[in-house]
């Protein structure tokens, strides 16, 4: 079965940077599209950004222009680069991954998560 383990988050100033990672380990599918979503308090589940398993990306309106999404295939890897954060983008990061499963009977895509990885933005 497919795990997925974000790393990166912490603690970090307005304007200042992080580099968030989420590795697919395991067996059981060949994972897809991958992404990271946010939840702050409050606050639903909102996308940030995602990346198909031939790097083509999309991202939220919020964070256009400062937030990067990229993958490393080879590793099943995915990352998110945030610069210029704001205190806005704190929230509890999660990586979300797509995995096709092929039997003899069925053929269906399964949507896993991560535990999260926190980001706090504050002076």
């Known amino acids: 079965q497919v795990q997925l383990v974000e790393s990166g988050g912490g603690l970090v100033q307005p304007g200042g940077s992080l580099r968030l990672s989420c590795a697919a380990s395991g067996s059981g599918g060949e994972i897809n599209d991958m992404g990271w979503y946010r939840q702050a308090p409050g606050k639903e589940r909102e996308l940030v950004a995602r990346?198909?398993?031939?790097?083509?990306?999309n991202y939220a309106d919020s964070v256009k222009g400062r937030f990067t999404i990229s993958r490393d295939n080879l590793k099943n890897t995915i990352f998110l680069q945030m610069n210029s954060l704001k205190p806005e983008d704190s929230a509890m990061y999660y990586c979300n991954a797509a995995v096709f499963v092929a039997t003899i009977e069925t053929t269906r895509t399964l949507e896993l998560w991560g535990q999260g990885t926190l980001v706090t933005v504050a002076a």
């Open positions: 990346i198909t398993r031939q790097s083509r990306t």
